[in-house]
Every structure is written in structure tokens, then in C-alpha cells.
């Protein structure tokens, strides 16, 4: 089977930084995706990881070992629009599926 | 450019009635389509995905099922809706190989 665990909830304070961990347990491991998600709004991509290290994209940076089935989401500089949930997503190979995790509610405090 | 539609936006249905929620894609060719739910404040579930016309995998057994009659068109169905299907909808398209996957609006229903 496949599984993803990540934080259900996270608070941050504007203008900090704050990681998001993801671990997954799948066969057929393609790439791991990141997610946001407003509330009544649907997922919208962040980034994307099919190798180890880190992917930068402005304020958000996506980080994957895939010897440890990790990854995380960092974002700095937090913005009270950044309240949002976010979800990482395996990609598989070879039939293309993907699994998304639970979600992680992030509160920003002003 | 790539634009995914979903309708209705909301529905409210009786138990027992049978449902059929409609995505179609356009701008791209051969897209794999997935059909996802998601329940309040809670993550997304895979129900179907597709990689071709006619192509249908699903996810979790339960009385819903899914149609893929034209290359941009993917249909979820059910005949007798449950009170557990209430939920969010959302349909989600992504060209093989190419890492992100794009989600329409969704369709929010609500089984009463």
C-alpha cells in the first residue's frame, strides 16, 4: 500500500519561516509534490521533487531524500495569505497515480 | 491555453438519487484525468484516475464509478447516492510526464 504523514496543524508568526514535513511509504516512487489549498478553493501546485535536494521557487522551497522517503516545504517570510492548508503528493510510477496526504493547516499570527 | 471546467458548483441531493457530476478539459490532448474527494477539512482521496478513453482505475470500492467516453471528458456517477458521499469534488488533469496537476473548481455536494 502507500501512506503519507504530515502535521495536521502549524503556527507561525508573520515574517518567520516555518517547515512542513512530509514522509511517505509507497512502492513505485516517481516524484513528491507540494500543494496549497485555501479553504472553500481548490489545490493549486507549489513545486515538485524528483531528485534528491532542494528546489527553490521565491519564498517557498521544497526539500526530498529519497533514502529517508522525506520531504518538506519550507516557507519563509511568512504572509498572512500563506494561511492555507498544504498538502505533499506522491507521484508513482508506472501508472502514473497520485496519492495525496492528509493536509496541514498552517496558522499565521499577526 | 489549459482550462479545466466542473459543474454544477453545488448540489444538493436526497439519498437514493443518483448523481452525475461532469469534467471536461480543454486545450491539451490525452490528459490523465483524476477524479478526487475530499471531505471537510479533511485531505484528498483518490477515487478514479484515467489515462486514456474508456481507461478507468479506481481507487476505493464504493458505489460510485467513473466514465471516460472522450480524451477530454471524464464523468463521475453514481445510482443511488449515500449520506458518506457528501463531500468535495474536485477532477484534476496532467500530461504524462509533466509534474503538475491542475484541479478544476470542484463541486461541492451535499446528501441529505
Known amino acids: 500500500g502507500q501512506s503519507l504523514e504530515q502535521p495536521s496543524e502549524v503556527t507561525a508568526v508573520e515574517g518567520a519561516i516555518v517547515q512542513i514535513n512530509c514522509t511517505y511509504q509507497?512502492?513505485?516512487?516517481?516524484?513528491l509534490s507540494w500543494y496549497q489549498q485555501h479553504d472553500g478553493g481548490a489545490p493549486t501546485f507549489l513545486s515538485y521533487n524528483a531528485l534528491d535536494g532542494l528546489e527553490e521557487t521565491g519564498r517557498f522551497s521544497s526539500f526530498l531524500s529519497r533514502s529517508d522517503s522525506y520531504g518538506y516545504l519550507l516557507l519563509q517570510e511568512l504572509q498572512m495569505k500563506d494561511s492555507a492548508s498544504y498538502f505533499c503528493?506522491?507521484?508513482?510510477?508506472?501508472?502514473?497515480?497520485?496519492?495525496f496526504g492528509k493536509g496541514t493547516r498552517l496558522h499565521i499570527l499577526p | 491555453s489549459q482550462t479545466i471546467h466542473q459543474w454544477p458548483a453545488t448540489l444538493v441531493q436526497p439519498v437514493g438519487s443518483p448523481l452525475s457530476l461532469e469534467c471536461t478539459v480543454e486545450g491539451t490532448s490525452n490528459p490523465n484525468l483524476y477524479w478526487y474527494r475530499q471531505a471537510a477539512g479533511r485531505g484528498l482521496q483518490l477515487l478514479f484516475y484515467?489515462?486514456?478513453?474508456?481507461?478507468i482505475s479506481s481507487e476505493v470500492p464504493q458505489n460510485l464509478s467513473a466514465s471516460r467516453p472522450q480524451d477530454r471528458q471524464f464523468i463521475l456517477s453514481s445510482k443511488k447516492l449515500l449520506l458518506s458521499d457528501s463531500g468535495f469534488y474536485l477532477c484534476a488533469w496532467r500530461t504524462s510526464g509533466r509534474n503538475e496537476q491542475f484541479f478544476g473548481p470542484g463541486t461541492r455536494l451535499t446528501v441529505l
Open positions: 509507497t512502492s513505485g516512487f516517481y516524484g
Open positions: 503528493a506522491v507521484t508513482r510510477d508506472p501508472d502514473d497515480k497520485i496519492i
Open positions: 484515467s489515462v486514456g478513453i474508456g481507461q
